[in-house]
């Protein structure tokens, strides 16, 4: 725990409307290289607002008020995430940090085959590959995530739930990021397909090392796949523990209601099959 | 993100692309919660005229309306009464639009062109928007070939051009009845109201409280009446302004051409007569009135219409209301990136200076 | 995230449905309705193959993997083809049995119009013309009607000494279709740009084009035209008032003659310009924001891409699928405000014609200038088609 990639510091946002509402209040968090982080709390507990905001996603009225975001890239500059321009703040998006979104459903541009939008990335952010190399890269993405690289004129209808997915994490892939945020990437699917993707997603973890921040309402399921496990509540971090501690000495009453409150189907503790 | 939403649920959302989870204020009050009647549901749908813009259109085409039926008192002189010694006049405190190459008072001819366009054009919207609820509700409510062939008639309607039928159908009489123009309007503009309506109703039949009023056993005329018409008022409302700005175009341009008889004088004849006898350019008062009319009734009702569609969507006014509220704040709406603005939380006296220290610290 | 919006909220996003329900016989064919259909199932029989894969053999799909965009969406056509049939077939029948409603005898009014130009022996064909020929029934004059205009006979017109019908509206057709279509295209291009980038700058000054357009929108065509004939053409002299050419001029392919048409031309399609941009960027601006709040613009957005990049490629790629289904709808009411310019410019279309038709009681014209539009609106309709199928990948979805 000695080498962070990502140092959160006393981070706020505020909605400003009238009353401006707090989403997130002081949060400080660090993300270690390679780890998974789960982000886990209540709808409006902040976990997305938090996650959207370490980027600089959110749309006005969404203002950060406080804090710093720390990127510590990989060689070894440290690149401070709120006094970055706009011009290198898109420069940086994708490129350091790449997002899985929530239900692949709307994330991807229905009028447009995913190859072309695979290739939107390299063509914005390597704009020294040719086309086939570009190409040849989405080739590559699609088959490591298991597409199949013939899909690369398919259009986001003709892809199952699933595949639309696969394809969102090839696409997060692509710039071979250190830190990729998911979004309740699994919600929306069913079991079985949720499954191999969280199976894939720690595959590629291992194969090239990003860290990972995890966000989800579902804590069993982050118990089981985070290193790390934060829980949100109105917009402050209330407990920050490993996931062995979380599951078997949450300190805080209300990660004790959260862990309360998932049925046990074999009557045990032992909800999570690992 | 959902954290405004749950503890200040009334509050103004903040919502935008970036913010996920935060669309759910979006039902704009059409469904409450209440025991519903047709009465209140009815009231409840008047809400979509609350809005300033709705209200200016309904109050422009109040005027318009009072003094299509005031004429008589409010035209200082016949309209038709000639008046051979004052020709082609210049506005004057005797003729405030001036005459025509008759005599003719504009200013009387453009309040009785009032009653001609309102007439025709209500009665013409009426008919269409019956028209448009039978077939458009009846289409939305059918399934399988019959609502398609429903339809599709409403698309053939909608395609084919209506003036050119218009004419037609008004030149095959020597001289038709105002009815009769009214109703050729009426069947070629019924169309589009079918059409948007049977869309909508085909999404309310599959949504959970007319399908609870199904389950519960409600008569099919219950279900009609209480639970679908009233969320329909404001598709109904918006086809019924939309219906009559083009009735009261295609009067006026039928009208214009001469077509309907010189004899049922509205705006478009008034336009006919300073056409046929030269007024342009030079003598601007006798047609440019009567088309600012039309524009201005047109204005009016597009303004109800505006006001309906935000009331049914709020995305637009909201999109446009949010965006000027942030500019205001000195965002801009469109920003890709998070604003960084550490005086917000911190209040009044503490400038960014703070966070530039803090910033070299960390 | 707004995969279940769309099935929560109430009228809001619905109310774009109605736009997006496609212009299709088909509900099916619509595009947008939502997310839901498409989440509920994959649709053609290659992908419901790959679902039902055991979902842990991932990678298998691939080999099934089709390329998209090379099928052909035969349902969507089918169904395009039908409309079109069935409203050419609607149009002519209701030019069959307008002459029925007239009052009194059309063909005695007729003769009596033609001021002896039409031999009483005339009086025969111009009856089973309008189908008032009394010795055979409605079903065989329907028919023979059929016949007539499967011969590409439409008539004959007498405003226009004798000629056939279909001689008189081939000469005015083409200024029209180059007149109407020229300025109609550029309106709606015009407008769709506009539109997108008033709609991408939601709240900027731009916002001032919303209420300009609107008015310009409600005034009527033909007013419209006239002020600008009395502002540009009589005050200024910018323009030529009229016609298509100054008579003395002789048509020709030279440059003087096209010169000249152009200069006529300009001040009407200026006008039909004017006139319908703002429906267009209503329409767009509206559209955009809708689409702007989609999901795969903030993806967009987070994936780093330029703004220029995210507002055309994304949005405005997105929000003129509506666009290009209302231009269809659109067209017939369009074509009519146009031809009343061409009476006011006395521009020699099919407009012109139509109103000196009416004038003359040239019924035949009348109903050959009616029937040649309803065609002239289907064709447009049909492009229109070609573009959104080309433009949206999912008309190629079927119903399974």
Not at chain 1, 159 to 165: A, H, P, T, Y
Not at chain 2, 337 to 355: C, H, I, K, N
Not at chain 3, 292 to 309: C, W
Request: hydrophobic share 50%.
């Amino acid at each position: 725990m000695t080498d962070p990639l990502l140092s959160i510091r006393d981070f706020s946002v505020v909605y400003d409307v009238d009353p401006p509402v707090a989403a997130v209040k002081n949060v400080t968090i660090d993300i270690e290289r390679g780890e998974i982080v789960g982000l886990a709390g209540e709808s409006g507990s902040g976990k997305t607002t938090l996650a959207y905001g370490i980027q600089r996603l959110l749309k006005p009225p969404a203002v950060i008020t406080s804090g710093d975001v720390v990127f510590h890239d990989a060689d070894g500059e440290d690149i401070d995430i709120n006094s970055l321009g706009v011009e290198e703040m898109r420069r940086f998006r994708w490129d350091k940090i790449s997002m899985v979104f929530q239900g692949a459903m709307n994330a991807l541009n229905p009028v447009t085959t995913i190859g072309a939008q695979l290739d939107d990335v390299f063509l914005i952010h390597r704009p020294e590959m040719n086309r086939t190399e570009r190409r040849a890269a989405v080739v590559d993405l699609l088959e490591i995530v298991k597409v199949g690289g013939a899909r690369i004129r398919s259009y986001p209808h003709e892809l199952s739930g699933g595949m639309r997915q696969r394809v969102m994490i090839a696409m997060a892939l692509a710039l071979r990021p250190q830190l990729m945020v998911m979004d309740e990437p699994t919600t929306a699917l069913d079991v079985l397909v949720q499954r191999e993707i969280l199976k894939q997603i720690s595959q590629l973890r291992h194969e090239f090392g990003f860290s990972v921040i995890f966000i989800t309402h579902d804590l069993p399921l982050l118990l089981e796949i985070s290193d790390r496990i934060a829980i949100m509540r109105e917009g402050a971090i209330v407990e920050l523990a490993t996931s062995e501690q979380i599951w078997s000495d949450p300190e805080h009453e209300y990660t004790r209601s959260l862990l309360s409150s998932f049925p046990r189907l074999t009557g045990e503790k032992g909800v999570v099959v690992r | 993100m959902n954290a405004p939403a749950e503890n200040t649920s009334t509050l103004v959302q903040p919502v935008g692309a970036g913010t996920p989870e935060t669309a759910s204020v979006l039902t704009a009050g059409l469904s409450t919660v209440k025991k519903k009647t047709f009465g209140s549901q009815l009231r409840a749908s008047l809400a979509m005229f609350s809005n300033p813009k709705s209200a200016t259109g309904l109050i422009i085409f109040g005027i318009f309306l009072l003094v299509a039926i005031f004429a008589p008192w409010i035209a200082p002189y016949d309209p038709t009464a000639q008046n051979l010694s004052a020709t082609l006049q210049p506005p004057s405190f005797q003729h405030l639009l001036g005459t025509t190459h008759i005599g003719e008072d504009v200013f009387s001819q453009i309040v009785y062109g009032t009653r001609g366009v309102l007439v025709v054009g209500l009665i013409a919207t009426i008919m269409a928007t019956v028209m448009a609820i039978v077939v458009g509700v009846t289409a939305g409510y059918l399934r399988g070939w019959k609502s398609e062939s429903l339809s599709a008639l409403s698309n053939v309607f909608l395609v084919l051009p209506a003036l050119p039928l218009m004419i037609i159908i008004a030149s095959q009489f020597q001289d038709p009845p105002l009815i009769l123009i009214a109703a050729v309007l009426g069947l070629t503009g019924w169309a589009w109201g079918a059409r948007v309506l049977r869309a909508q109703t085909m999404s309310l039949r599959n949504r959970d409280f007319v399908q609870a009023a199904r389950a519960n056993g409600e008569p099919l005329h219950r279900i009609i009446l209480v639970e679908m018409l009233p969320n329909l008022m404001a598709i109904i409302a918006s086809s019924f302004v939309g219906t009559m700005t083009a009735a009261v175009l295609g009067l006026t341009t039928l009208a214009f051409i001469g077509v309907i008889p010189v004899s049922n004088l509205n705006w478009g004849t008034i336009l006919f007569w300073a056409q046929q006898n030269n007024a342009f350019p030079d003598y601007w008062w006798w047609y440019v009135p009567a088309g600012l009319c039309i524009a201005l009734l047109g204005v009016a009702l597009a303004l109800i219409n505006f006001g309906i569609d935000e009331y049914v969507n709020p995305r637009l006014r909201s999109a446009g209301e949010r965006a000027r509220a942030m500019k205001k704040k000195g965002m801009d709406p469109n920003a890709a990136v998070t604003q960084v603005r550490p005086d917000l939380a911190a209040g009044a006296g503490v400038r960014s200076g703070r966070s530039k220290s803090e910033r070299s610290t960390a | 995230m707004s995969a279940d919006t769309s099935t929560t909220v109430g009228p809001g996003p619905d109310s774009r449905n109605p736009e997006n329900e496609a212009v299709g016989v088909q509900a099916a064919v619509a595009p947008g309705l939502g997310a839901a259909p498409i989440v509920a199932a994959p649709v053609s029989g290659a992908q419901s193959d790959a679902v039902q894969f055991d979902p842990t053999l991932v990678g298998t799909t691939a080999t099934k993997a089709e390329r998209g965009g090379s099928r052909v969406p035969w349902r969507f056509i089918g169904g395009r083809v039908l409309f079109y049939a069935f409203t050419a077939f609607a149009a002519i029948s209701i030019n069959f049995f307008i002459p029925r409603m007239m009052k009194g005898d059309a063909v005695q009014a007729y003769m009596a119009q033609s001021r002896g130009l039409l031999q009483p022996s005339a009086e025969k064909a111009l009856r089973i013309q309008f189908g008032l020929d009394n010795s055979t029934s409605l079903w065989q004059q329907y028919w023979h009607y059929w016949g007539m205009l499967l011969h590409g006979d439409l008539g004959i017109s007498i405003s226009s000494g004798m000629a056939p019908v279909s001689e008189v509206i081939g000469a005015a057709l083409p200024w029209t279709l180059s007149l109407v279509g020229i300025a109609t295209i550029i309106s709606f291009v015009v407008g769709t740009i506009v539109g997108a980038v008033v709609g991408w700058r939601r709240g900027g000054r731009l916002d001032f084009l919303v209420p300009v357009t609107t008015f310009l929108g409600t005034v009527p065509y033909f007013w419209l035209g006239l002020i600008f004939i009395a502002v540009f053409a009589s005050l200024l002299g910018w323009f030529p008032a009229g016609h298509a050419y100054e008579l003395g001029v002789t048509p020709g392919f030279n440059l003087d003659f096209i010169s000249e048409v152009i200069s006529h031309a300009a001040l009407p399609a200026l006008t039909i310009v004017i006139a319908s941009v703002g429906g267009w960027v209503l329409g767009m601006r509206n559209m955009m924001l809708t689409v702007l709040d989609e999901d795969y613009i903030t993806v967009a957005q987070a994936k780093g891409m330029p703004d220029r990049r995210v507002l055309w490629r994304y949005a405005a790629r997105n929000a003129v699928l509506p666009q290009i289904q209302s231009f269809a709808l659109a067209l017939g009411f369009i074509v009519g405000g146009t031809l009343v310019m061409e009476m006011v410019f006395s521009y020699p279309g099919i407009g012109l014609l139509l109103l000196n038709a009416t004038n003359a009681k040239d019924y035949a014209l009348m109903q050959g200038i009616f029937l040649v539009l309803v065609l002239a609106v289907l064709v447009a309709n049909i492009l229109a088609d070609i573009a959104y199928a080309i433009l949206d990948p999912r008309v190629r979805e079927t119903e399974a």
